[in-house]
């Protein structure tokens, strides 16, 4: 551990972050307190640009996750947050957002710290945050019943109320983004255990206590930190918690599924993607090659709708593959906090790894490696921007998701063998399409089976829009309206009237 004056010399930070980066513990946040873990545990926190210990977290057990549930649990049922008049709510998840706009930079600069993004990249993510609170914020006194028909000698009237307890266990791109899911949840009137990433621990205690400030009552939001398969695990299987909210991969999602199951458990579930990206032959191919370097470069590829199938027509393969090799052969690879620099490290020496593995997969498998294929530098978890041609969807760098910056691109001749291709994949959350013909795009969109389709723009979010997955990418939707139907329920009361 270093002392703030040792990490402001060694980060370009603010006095407030680097007071935060110098707290002995990043703890469990359990009913407005932040704790340890009851037998001491304890993890590493590591900067992975530089791979330095920076901080410290708690490691919890199942009995720090039943502490964190139990704690959400009893601030749900005694209503100290559900039973708040609606615009009361509302007044204080503006000043939630308020808070977190006004910390804006001490948020970026931990993310920066401990999951290695860009710095603006970071500021896009807190900004991104920020809005969801205030949409959310404005939902409480929105979220209202509805009035059936019925024969004559009823009254039927619904309530959507609140599920109760929510589990959100969440990645590590991105940390103060999951914000914005914490907002829909608890606008809903829910209380929330949220479990950070192992390797991202850091903002999660910030924005519990953010929550605290502006007035969300103790108990509401909780974090429980530690290793997925104890803490995540125990989360969902708790009697205490009601339903569960995953983003992650799909191995996990999945067992979490079934984990669910077995107490019939509501959970929704952002499983990643393969992405295409489509270019046909009348695009703008300049505007398309530098919305798809950014599509699978940002974030250094970490990102669950990374454009990471490059579809191109014949006709223009060569020039958009040459437009992509020339813009990205010089990148800048470095540390989020270097101003010069466009792309981070991944997040960790093992997904360093795994993106290693896939790349060796595409040599072997005979697609062309046409730019770059190896690690840079040997500090920090630096990988080079990497472009496959010739790539057969067959192939395992066209089939899985690598979350790294990698490019796999494949060719094809008509709007079929295209649309043929995008959809033969166990995926579905996002594609993009890239044409100026109105009927083609409108056309595509349709065949594309995908949460989300992009036309002639990508990665595009905004929180009134919902964003999800079909097939092995996932069901439920975060962001927008639809949000709140996988964090409330319906009940229908049932009067007899006569008559
Ligand atoms: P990745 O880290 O590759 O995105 P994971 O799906 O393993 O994929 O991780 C996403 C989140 O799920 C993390 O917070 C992790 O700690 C958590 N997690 C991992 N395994 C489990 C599990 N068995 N049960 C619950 N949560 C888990």
Redesign the pocket.
């Known amino acids: 551990m270093s002392s703030t004056l040792d990490d402001q010399s060694v980060y370009p930070i603010s006095a407030e972050a680097a007071r935060q980066l110098a707290r002995p513990l990043f703890g469990h946040v359990i009913d407005g307190a932040v704790v340890p873990s009851l037998d001491g545990s304890t993890m590493a926190v590591i900067d992975p640009a530089t791979e330095r210990h920076v901080a410290t977290a708690a490691a919890g057990s199942a009995v720090d996750a039943e502490r964190a549930a139990r704690s959400a649990r009893a601030a749900f049922d005694d209503g100290r947050w559900r039973f708040l008049p609606p615009l009361e709510k509302e007044r204080r998840m503006r000043r939630l957002a308020s808070l977190l706009a006004e910390r804006a930079d001490v948020f970026a600069e931990i993310d920066v710290i401990d999951s290695g993004l860009p710095r603006f990249y970071e500021g896009f993510i807190v900004q991104f945050a920020v809005d969801g609170i205030d949409y959310y914020a404005g939902w409480p006194s929105k979220l209202a019943g509805a009035i059936p028909a019925v024969p004559s000698d009823l009254v039927v009237y619904q309530h959507r109320e609140p599920i109760g307890a929510i589990g959100l266990?969440?990645?590590?791109n991105g940390p103060t983004a999951v914000f914005a899911a914490v907002a829909a949840a608890i606008s809903a009137g829910n209380s929330v255990v949220l479990?950070?990433?192992?390797?991202t621990p850091m903002s999660a205690v910030l924005m519990a206590e953010l929550a605290l400030e502006a007035g969300i009552p103790p108990g509401v939001f909780n974090v429980v930190q530690g290793?997925?398969?104890v803490v995540?695990?125990a989360?969902?299987t708790s009697a205490n918690i009601d339903a569960v909210s995953?983003?992650?991969?799909v191995?996990?999602?999945s067992?979490?599924q079934a984990?669910a199951a077995a107490r019939v458990k509501r959970v929704s579930l952002e499983l990643?993607g393969k992405s295409p990206f489509i270019v046909f032959p009348d695009a703008d191919l300049e505007a398309a090659a530098a919305a798809a370097m950014a599509g699978v470069w940002g974030a250094s590829g970490q990102v669950c709708t990374a454009g990471s199938r490059l579809l191109v027509h014949r006709s223009v393969h060569d020039t958009l593959v040459s437009m992509i090799i020339d813009g990205s052969r010089d990148i800048q690879l470095g540390s989020g906090f270097d101003p010069s620099s466009q792309l981070g490290p991944l997040v960790s020496a093992e997904q360093l790894e795994r993106v290693r593995r896939y790349v060796g997969y595409g040599r072997d498998e005979g697609a062309e490696l046409v730019l770059g294929g190896e690690r840079h530098g040997d500090v920090g978890y630096f990988h080079q921007p990497t472009v496959f041609t010739s790539v057969r969807n067959d192939m395992r760098i066209a089939r899985e998701e690598i979350?790294g910056p990698v490019m796999s691109v494949l060719e094809f001749g008509s709007e079929e063998e295209a649309i043929a291709i995008a959809n033969d994949t166990e995926y579905g959350l996002a594609a993009g399409v890239w044409t100026n013909d109105l009927g083609l795009a409108h056309r595509t969109s349709r065949a594309l089976r995908a949460g989300t389709v992009w036309v002639n723009t990508y990665q595009m979010v905004y929180p009134t829009v919902p964003y999800g997955g079909v097939k092995n990418s996932g069901h439920g939707r975060s962001l927008g309206a639809a949000s709140l139907d996988d964090f409330t329920e319906i009940k229908s009361v049932w009067m007899k009237v006569g008559g």
Not at 195 to 199: D, L, N, R, T
Not at 246 to 249: E, L, P, R, V, Y
Request: net charge negative; aromatic share 10%.
């Open positions: 266990i969440t990645p590590w479990k950070p990433a192992e390797q290793v997925g398969e995540g695990a989360l969902v995953f983003t992650g991969s191995a996990t999602g067992a979490i984990a990643g979350f």
